[in-house]
Each structure stands twice: as structure tokens, then as C-alpha cells.
């Protein structure tokens, strides 16, 4: 990391792999992200593929009651969210104790009650995941205008940077 803090592509790619060696530990189908547009949101993203998870993209301005019917619908096991939601996912998660929690972005290390991601990278530095034995696929969640937001599934293809670049592309910024 620089001075600015900016990462090179090696060193993005050297933390997602290491992330992927702690999410495979957990050993989960579906790894929800809850996180606003930082880096943690790309590292759990590409993570989680790494490993053949599918990752279930949550919804910033989700209400408990909401997220815990997607979560559950989906099959959810690994939840990664910013500590600024962690009362909404509590409340989400409340029947589901089970459930891998980790932080995605921490603003006080007070209180914490999920290991952060950046320890997680930070303890498997250096790391490369076991291959994935499947593709994993990006669920987006409708509007749900009809009731509660469903999950589409949109196939990963490649695993590569393409399907990373369009999900960024529709993600608002």
C-alpha cells in the first residue's frame, strides 16, 4: 500500500485470495454483501468467487425483517456488512445463529461482535485458495415491487474480471 493508501492490482488480487482462503474455511453456498462502495465490497466479491461461493448482493437501505426473508430464501451462511449495519443484520439474523458474520468496513474497533475483513486478510496474507469445484453465481435482488425483493440470479461466466466489471457498472456510485 502507498502513501495514499491505494492498492496496486497485485496487491487486490494477493487480499482476495487471502480472503477466499478465510471464506473457505466457513465453507459457504452463498456469501451476502452488505457494504457501501469500498474495497471490501470488491475483495468480498471477487473472494467469494474465488472459491465457488455465490454471493447474494444486499440492498444498503435494507429493513431486518426484509433482509432475514432474502437471507433465508437464498440460503445465505456468510453475511459480510459494514459495522454501520450491524443492527439491521442483528435483527436479520437474529433466527439464524448460525450465519458467518464479518465486517466489512470498521469504523471503531469497540464492542465488535464479527471479525473484520481486514483481519481476515491480514491473517491469510500470502495465501491462495483450494480451486472452486463450481462457478459461482452474482444474485441480484429485484425491486420487489410485488412484495419482497427476489433473487436473479445472473451466471458468473468466466469468473473474471468481465463479470466483476459488470456488476460494477450497474452498481450506482
Known amino acids: 500500500i502507498d502513501e495514499l493508501g491505494t492498492l496496486t492490482w497485485k496487491q487486490l488480487d494477493d487480499r482476495c485470495d487471502a480472503l477466499g482462503v478465510a471464506l473457505q474455511a466457513h465453507k459457504p453456498g452463498t456469501v451476502a454483501v452488505m457494504c457501501r462502495n469500498h474495497r471490501g465490497f470488491v475483495e468480498a466479491l471477487v473472494g467469494a468467487n474465488r472459491i ?44 439464524t445463529p448460525d450465519a458467518v458474520r464479518i465486517l466489512g468496513w470498521v469504523d471503531s474497533t469497540e464492542g465488535l461482535n464479527a471479525p473484520a475483513l481486514e483481519s481476515l486478510i491480514d491473517t491469510h496474507l500470502g495465501q491462495r485458495p483450494k480451486p472452486a469445484t463450481r462457478k459461482s453465481d452474482v444474485i441480484l435482488l429485484t425491486s420487489g415491487t410485488t412484495g419482497s425483493p427476489k433473487g436473479a440470479k445472473r451466471s458468473a461466466g468466466s469468473g473474471g474480471a468481465g463479470d466483476l466489471k459488470a456488476v460494477l457498472d450497474r452498481t450506482p456510485w
Do not use: C
Not at 455465490?54 to 451462511?77: C, H, K, Q, W, Y
Open 52 to 95: 465457488g461461493a455465490d454471493v447474494l448482493l444486499l440492498n444498503t437501505s435494507f429493513a431486518g425483517p426484509a433482509m432475514a426473508e432474502v437471507i433465508a430464501r437464498e440460503g445465505a451462511d456468510v453475511v459480510i456488512y459494514d459495522q454501520e449495519f450491524t443492527a439491521t443484520v442483528d435483527r436479520a439474523l437474529q433466527d
